[in-house]
């Protein structure tokens, strides 16, 4: 039976948090805290994205409602119009970056379509995560395109009950523990994790092991195994 491998988008197939930082340095830089460090900042920040992402997901825009919040609750002077305007700004800056994609995935992509059967399963805001994909142009190696609000045991299992996939021959291939390895292993599927240095905190934990994982270096590894 063909093999379907299973691929992650942001930081596995194009860069993605770097500006999620970028936009977060320019935040504490205007925030400019007498006493919490950027790092006690980002703590803060993430408390509030973890109770957000349940009901309103992720994205840029969602990231600068976020940024927004935090802001009330940490500014040392009194917070105007203009101020949320600004902080808004820095988050929607990163719907104006390009699709830079990651040494080497165009080429392994390609060559990867030949051989398998190719799914792109990301999580995010849908017109978001779509203008990302067509801007990739990687559109046209996938059998199928799902982007779905979480990425969990639920809605990986709905994706392989509505491609009809056999788990013994379908891997989920990305770099975050939490969204792409973890809930994949719980399903039964196989996983390749690829790590990026710059995966989001909140999407580390601890790897769960068993037969069915390879961790990988770089994305150009996967031609020794697929």
């Not at 197939?13 to 504490?28: G, K, M, P, Q």
Request: charged share 30%; aromatic share 8%; proline share 4%.
């Amino acid at each position: 039976m063909k093999r379907t491998l299973i691929l992650d988008a942001d930081d596995t197939l194009w860069e993605n948090n770097i500006y999620f930082e970028r936009a977060f340095d320019e935040f504490c830089d205007f925030l400019g805290h007498s006493t919490l460090t950027p790092a006690e900042v980002r703590q803060v920040l993430d408390d509030i994205e973890i109770v957000n992402r349940e009901t309103h997901g992720y994205g840029a825009l969602n990231f600068g409602r976020n940024l927004a919040q935090c802001y009330r609750h940490l500014a040392e002077r009194d917070v105007t119009p203009g101020d949320i305007d600004r902080v808004m700004a820095f988050a929607r800056r990163i719907l104006d970056q390009p699709v830079e994609l990651i040494e080497g995935v165009e080429e392994t992509v390609a060559t990867l379509a030949q051989r398998n059967s190719l799914i792109l399963f990301t999580k995010g805001h849908p017109d978001e995560q779509r203008m990302k994909v067509d801007a990739s142009g990687l559109a046209q190696w996938f059998a199928h395109i799902a982007i779905v609000k979480e990425k969990n045991v639920e809605s990986y299992a709905e994706l392989v009950a509505e491609q009809g996939l056999d788990k013994e021959f379908t891997w989920m291939i990305g770099n975050s523990p939490r969204s792409d390895i973890n809930p994949a292993l719980e399903l039964g599927l196989g996983a390749v994790l690829v790590p990026h240095p710059r995966t989001w905190g909140l999407e580390q934990e601890e790897v769960r092991r068993n037969d069915r994982l390879i961790v990988v270096r770089r994305f150009t590894d996967l031609l020794k195994l697929f």
